[in-house]
């Protein structure tokens, strides 16, 4: 049997989406800003948070998903070049004349916390990785700030030999940071401390202006030479990086990657391209405008915001079936107080009011991500100190929720689709697969979530994806814990995936498990039959135990005669091998009168000729026992030719060994004896690969065999 599960409700107590699978249809929307402005650089928080910056102070922001946006006054005449928010509430904005904002409202209001005199002209980058954590280059200069309180105080980091305009900071994992400056890369492994130049091992040299990286040692960049502008895909090591797979020019301003494969790319004159196969093609995207494109913010929904000159926003929505809960890992949160992580526990509860707010399952991952993100880090906060008991409570309770909504809203769509999918709408099963998603992004170590993911993925037709999500709740689960159910999904996605090697590793734990589970016996001698090993299944008694099971079953039986057929065969060789000794000791005996030398010649003789009796003893045994298989398999079914050609098989292979063995017997009437053997061999062989034949026509094996055999009975 196969084990299909109907997926039940997960419960808890309240207290008071490799890499994704996209299709390449999508739509483009023209969004009315409300400002002429050029606009620099747009970043979205979640759905429903966004902003954008630019020319002479403008500051946009929208907290309905773009469909509204409204201009943020300001007292500034600089432009605003960068914009990074920890979250939907707190944010940063870079620009112009040293400028540094600071908001915890949302961008409703900001305020002015610049390090004071950088000697840079204008700041481009920021980067936030906590509540009150911010780190900011600009240029020309030789350096960065970081600040861990909000910018009321800043700390000065010299990380370049000569003045240059530092671009593209961010990290990949707490340890991994990457920028651009002096058109090259600069890596730190350190968590920000140091950083180090990498040196380019491409042979075509190209200043890098901007990088977008898909994790620690991938991703790509925007390159400049004499000849334009350009997107290569970057590989990092620990010294050096090289460029890929170099676009066409075509004055290319921004990037922005969904996942290592599909990313898109703005443009100047309204351009727009995307790759969907990791930067190896382009596509370009038609806007209708000319505006030159200037910045660009996916999310893992799916939706891509671009900005441009004169107030341009552009909205693309990309159809994501689904995310993968496993992402690039994010950098940790940094938390310097209580009062801090008591701040932040709240605004877990907002992140989950809002997800709550989005019909669309797919566009919550990103809060949810947000949320766990949160909580990771006030558990590290509290890791050296007495963590409060409300505190414990929440942490406990407030993934216990959300996940418990997730994951039954799935197994309720995923469950009606099992029992009348005609009657549900076409895209149910997707649907399904996000709200999984969300639980497994919720509460990563519960394997329930992952098994419900890996079910519905695999209905989906997934099989690859399935497998993953699969494997991490085997991983999530103690191997005496995981449930036949969660062996069986394992072993048939290995199949389906062609790895059988691992396929019949895991039947065989599952076997030690669950000896009573004929299922995994089954899997066993179908894995080793399929991989023509059918002696492991002999050898390691499931084949037998599976004929105690079945024992009418005649692949089972013919799968046994098989693998003790090849056993057999093997004995006989060594028995030819022994007659051959005995020969030669014949030979020896005939050429010498010594007494003591015949004397020590007989003794070998009789030993070896023991041995070889022993050793047909037992081929004869075996070869007894698979014609007993096969006989039993051919009367519950008349019709399994493979029975019919082993049984053959076994007649032909035995008569080619006694005639090794005639040619070898000096012996006449022995000789005469083994000739007769032959000849009934060979003639119970014919009849068996005859009747082959005949239920199989189109087979030339079959009846290349009859016809040889035919010749050495001169029929």
């Given at each position: 049997m196969r084990y299909v599960p109907i997926f039940a409700l997960v419960l808890f107590g309240l207290f008071g989406f490799s890499s994704s699978q996209p299709c390449l249809a999508q739509s483009l929307s023209i969004i009315e800003s409300g400002s002429t402005k050029d606009l620099y650089a747009v970043y979205f928080s979640d759905q429903l948070h966004g902003w954008a910056v630019g020319e002479a102070g403008t500051i946009l922001r929208t907290s309905d998903g773009g469909s509204n946006w409204e201009q943020i006054q300001t007292q500034y005449s600089d432009s605003f070049f960068e914009i990074s928010f920890f979250d939907h509430q707190t944010g940063w904005i870079a620009g112009g004349g040293e400028i540094l904002l600071f908001t915890n409202n949302a961008g409703r209001n900001w305020a002015d916390y610049r390090p004071g005199s950088t000697g840079a002209r204008h700041i481009?980058?920021?980067?936030?990785?906590?509540?009150?954590?911010?780190?900011?280059?600009?240029?020309?200069?030789?350096?960065?700030?970081?600040?861990?309180?909000?910018?009321?105080?800043?700390?000065?980091?010299?990380?370049?030999?000569?003045?240059?305009?530092?671009?593209?900071?961010?990290?990949?994992?707490?340890?991994?940071?990457?920028?651009?400056?002096?058109?090259?890369?600069?890596?730190?492994?350190?968590g920000g401390q140091t950083w180090m130049r990498l040196n380019s091992v491409t042979s075509h040299e190209a200043e890098l202006h901007s990088l977008f990286m898909t994790g620690s040692d991938a991703g790509y960049a925007i390159a400049a030479d004499d000849s334009g502008t350009f997107i290569q895909r970057i590989e990092v090591t620990q010294q050096d990086y090289e460029l890929f797979e170099r676009s066409e020019s075509a004055g290319f301003t921004a990037l922005s990657f969904l996942n290592d494969r599909t990313g898109w790319a703005s443009a100047q004159n309204g351009g727009l391209w995307q790759t969907s196969d990791g930067g190896k093609n382009w596509e370009k995207i038609e806007t209708g405008i000319d505006a030159d494109l200037l910045d660009i913010h996916a999310l893992e929904s799916g939706t891509v915001w671009i900005s441009g000159n004169g107030g341009t926003l552009i909205r693309l929505d990309f159809p994501v079936t689904h995310v993968d809960p496993v992402r690039i890992q994010a950098p940790d949160i940094f938390i310097e107080s209580d009062s801090e992580a008591i701040e932040l526990l709240n605004r877990v509860l907002k992140y989950g009011d809002f997800a709550m707010q989005l019909d669309d399952p797919l566009q919550r991952s990103n809060l949810y991500r947000r949320m766990v993100l949160v909580m990771q880090g006030i558990q590290s906060y509290y890791s050296s100190s007495r963590m409060p008991q409300g505190v414990a409570d929440h942490l406990r309770d407030i993934p216990a929720i959300y996940f418990a909504a997730e994951n039954n809203r799935g197994a309720e769509i995923y469950n009606r689709y099992l029992e009348s999918p005609e009657n549900i709408p076409d895209d149910s099963l997707h649907t399904a697969i996000?709200?999984?998603?969300?639980?497994?992004?919720?509460?990563?170590?519960?394997?329930?979530?992952?098994?419900?993911?890996?079910?519905?993925?695999?209905?989906?037709?997934?099989?690859?994806?399935?497998?993953?999500?699969?494997?991490?709740?085997?991983?999530?689960?103690?191997?005496?814990?995981?449930?036949?159910?969660?062996?069986?999904?394992?072993?048939?996605?290995?199949?389906?995936?062609?790895?059988?090697?691992?396929?019949?590793?895991?039947?065989?734990?599952?076997?030690?498990?669950?000896?009573?589970?004929?299922?995994?016996?089954?899997?066993?001698?179908?894995?080793?039959?399929?991989?023509?090993?059918?002696?492991?299944?002999?050898?390691?008694?499931?084949?037998?135990?599976?004929?105690?099971?079945?024992?009418?079953?005649?692949?089972?039986?013919?799968?046994?005669?098989?693998?003790?057929?090849?056993?057999?065969?093997?004995?006989?060789?060594?028995?030819?091998?022994?007659?051959?000794?005995?020969?030669?000791?014949?030979?020896?005996?005939?050429?010498?009168?010594?007494?003591?030398?015949?004397?020590?010649?007989?003794?070998?003789?009789?030993?070896?000729?023991?041995?070889?009796?022993?050793?047909?003893?037992?081929?004869?045994?075996?070869?007894?026992?698979?014609?007993?298989?096969?006989?039993?398999?051919?009367?519950?079914?008349?019709?399994?030719?493979?029975?019919?050609?082993?049984?053959?098989?076994?007649?032909?292979?035995?008569?080619?060994?006694?005639?090794?063995?005639?040619?070898?017997?000096?012996?006449?009437?022995?000789?005469?004896?083994?000739?007769?053997?032959?000849?009934?061999?060979?003639?119970?062989?014919?009849?068996?690969?005859?009747?082959?034949?005949?239920?199989?026509?189109?087979?030339?094996?079959?009846?290349?065999?009859?016809?040889?055999?035919?010749?050495?009975?001169?029929?």
């Open positions: 481009h980058t920021l980067y936030s990785s906590g509540l009150n954590r911010v780190q900011a280059g600009g240029g020309p200069a030789q350096w960065f700030y970081a600040s861990e309180n909000s910018g009321l105080t800043w700390q000065r980091n010299t990380v370049l030999p000569e003045a240059c305009t530092i671009r593209s900071l961010h990290f990949t994992d707490p340890d991994t940071g990457f920028f651009t400056a002096c058109g090259a890369v600069w890596n730190s492994r350190d996000n709200h999984f998603t969300n639980a497994a992004i919720i509460m990563p170590d519960s394997s329930t979530s992952w098994l419900n993911l890996a079910y519905a993925r695999l209905q989906s037709g997934n099989a690859e994806s399935a497998l993953s999500a699969a494997e991490v709740a085997f991983e999530r689960s103690q191997p005496t814990d995981a449930g036949i159910g969660l062996y069986d999904l394992l072993i048939r996605l290995y199949m389906l995936t062609d790895q059988r090697n691992l396929a019949r590793i895991t039947a065989l734990d599952a076997n030690t498990l669950y000896p009573e589970e004929p299922i995994f016996l089954e899997y066993l001698a179908d894995l080793e039959i399929s991989m023509d090993d059918p002696g492991q299944s002999v050898s390691s008694g499931s084949l037998d135990r599976l004929i105690e099971t079945y024992p009418e079953e005649p692949r089972y039986r013919y799968a046994r005669a098989l693998g003790v057929t090849g056993t057999a065969m093997d004995l006989f060789e060594r028995a030819t091998v022994l007659q051959e000794m005995i020969w030669d000791l014949d030979m020896r005996r005939f050429g010498t009168t010594d007494a003591e030398e015949l004397k020590e010649i007989q003794g070998e003789k009789d030993r070896l000729t023991d041995e070889k009796s022993m050793v047909l003893n037992e081929a004869y045994q075996l070869t007894d026992q698979a014609s007993r298989d096969l006989t039993v398999a051919i009367n519950n079914d008349p019709d399994h030719t493979e029975s019919y050609a082993l049984s053959g098989r076994i007649n032909v292979n035995i008569a080619s060994f006694l005639e090794e063995i005639r040619l070898l017997t000096i012996d006449e009437e022995e000789a005469m004896r083994l000739n007769e053997e032959i000849d009934k061999r060979m003639r119970e062989a014919a009849d068996y690969y005859r009747q082959a034949a005949d239920l199989d026509p189109a087979n030339r094996v079959y009846r290349a065999e009859l016809e040889q055999i035919k010749r050495f009975l001169n029929q």
